[in-house]
């Protein structure tokens, strides 16, 4: 779906709309000049006051008064309102926002505005190194290669997952110190270069300089059969689903690797999204339909619920976000859709032949929102066992608003299954009551698809002899992960700040 941006010009006509508008004594009129800063500020607020999941929770402009907000850039001045905006609505459950943000209180879990970089990984192209790190133990400075994409700088140059990284730029503390942390965040986000020496499995080093540059992300890292017919009568479909880009970009992948799965009739999969932070609604729908069974086939998937303006289809300023359908070609605006819960049941349209009873789902902090999705549409209809760390907590979504130059993405709409499950604002934690399963600590000494990796041994053990793995059975290099969950979610969020984390609508139900 193509974007067509707001010109500053257009800005000038939504504020002239709102003016008309305005219900008495509810929102008095913003100042319909300004400058370009003044007017985002009002936009912002203006569009989160009518399309905001939590609206209601929301006070009248005078009283938020978003020209005072201020920030060192316009981009920074806006998240900062972005994020004022996700701290007024209180979950009653935790008596704490709904986008509470445990590492960062009072920083938005989900609102914020994008500058293009996250807009341009949903549709599959980016420019980066192409690998991310993560810790596997911080007291001894044990810093791991956690993915590699496809065709990115980091795999032509030989780096593989669980490769473990011994120096950055020529600094050989990698211990899990404040001052560390930045220094590795700045040196994998903030340049276009970068200097790592690296140890293999087999204790070998080597350097690799890197460079920043542009590639296609394949989000299909891997996937293989695991047979285990001659001793247990078992087949292990495994795949690594790295993110809900656009379907056009991954479609193709993702077909082929379940039409393997067919052919070699696999009776179990194992789907690991331990490092997927979502993307396209639409993605997550096909991804679904690939692994439900065909007793699925035209049930419920899952309902979207909007704000009671929304709903009632009484949006007023939406007119002015303007979309082309991919389908049609045809163009339309956001007020044209319809919002309405019945509009937004989505059904099960069953894609291939394979046809299984249980599945498998390797996750972790970093799994959140479309994977969240589609783990909660399959619960109804299938064995859906969840393996690794609580997910991050997402159960809402967002379109994309034009703001100036900008897009800004708050929570619209909230999803839950045909049975009415949902509302995981705390994430999706393995073996509790409501996810069976087992919870255990990412291993990122191996590489994807290992069969001692140990989340993918946890299912491998459950598939064959039914019953997961106690820590004493796994084939691990250290005593696992020792980041505490909020350190964790913390050095994930600073070394993906440019990626998406979220689920976003690109097909609209219109009126």
């Not at 201020?70 to 704490?96: C, F, H, R």
């Amino acid at each position: 779906m193509k974007k067509i941006l707001l010109c500053a010009g257009a800005l000038f006509t939504l504020f002239t709309a709102c003016k008309k508008s305005s219900p008495a004594n509810e929102n008095p009129d913003p100042i319909v000049t300004g400058t370009a800063l003044d007017l985002m500020r009002d936009s912002v607020f203006l569009y989160a006051k009518e399309d905001y999941y939590w609206n209601d929770g929301l006070p009248d402009y005078a009283t938020f008064n978003p020209r005072s907000i201020s920030g060192s850039t316009d981009l920074a001045a806006l998240q900062t309102e972005v994020t004022k905006i996700s701290q007024y609505k209180i979950n009653p459950l935790t008596n704490k926002p709904y986008e509470y943000y445990s590492p960062n209180p009072g920083e938005a879990k989900y609102s914020f505005i994008d500058d293009g970089s996250a807009s341009a990984k949903l549709n599959a192209v980016t420019g980066d190194f192409g690998f991310a790190p993560f810790y596997n133990n911080t007291t001894t400075g044990d810093l791991r290669i956690k993915y590699v994409y496809s065709g990115s700088p980091a795999d032509l140059a030989g780096i593989k997952r669980g490769y473990q990284i011994m120096s950055i730029n020529g600094h050989t503390d990698l211990t899990y110190t404040t001052a560390n942390v930045n220094f590795i965040v700045n040196a994998y986000t903030a340049s276009s270069t970068i200097t790592m020496v690296l140890k293999k499995p087999d204790a070998t080093t080597f350097t690799v300089n890197l460079a920043t540059a542009a590639y296609t992300i394949k989000p299909v890292i891997t996937y293989k059969v695991l047979d285990y017919s001659t001793t247990t009568g078992k087949k292990i479909g495994y795949i690594v689903f790295n993110s809900f880009v656009t379907l056009s970009s991954t479609q193709s992948a993702l077909t082929t690797a379940f039409n393997s799965f067919t052919a070699a009739g696999i009776t179990d999969l194992v789907v690991d999204l331990r490092y997927n932070g979502g993307g396209y609604v639409e993605t997550a729908e096909f991804l679904d339909n690939l692994i439900a069974p065909s007793s699925a086939n035209g049930s419920t998937m899952y309902t979207a619920y909007y704000n009671s303006t929304l709903a009632a289809n009484k949006e007023t300023l939406l007119k002015n976000q303007v979309r082309r359908d991919a389908a049609t070609n045809q163009l339309y605006n956001y007020s044209q859709i319809d919002y309405s819960p019945t509009a937004n049941t989505e059904k099960f349209a069953k894609q291939g032949t394979l046809n299984i009873n249980r599945v498998f789902f390797i996750v972790s902090q970093s799994t959140a929102s479309a994977s969240e999705l589609t783990i909660n549409n399959l619960r109804p209809y299938m064995n859906v066992q969840l393996i690794g760390g609580t997910t991050y907590g997402k159960p809402v979504g967002f379109f994309d608003i034009d703001i100036n130059k900008y897009q800004m993405y708050i929570p619209e709409f909230e999803t839950k299954n045909s049975a009415g499950q949902g509302g995981y604002y705390s994430g999706m934690t393995p073996a509790s009551t409501d996810y069976p399963g087992k919870l255990a600590s990412d291993d990122v000494t191996k590489d994807f698809g290992d069969v001692t990796e140990g989340l993918l041994a946890q299912a491998i053990n459950y598939v064959n002899k039914g019953v997961y793995l106690t820590s004493a059975n796994l084939q691990v290099e250290s005593t696992g992960n020792t980041l505490t969950t909020n350190q964790a979610s913390e050095f994930v969020q600073k070394t993906t700040a440019k990626e998406f984390n979220g689920m976003i609508l690109k097909r609209h139900h219109l009126k």
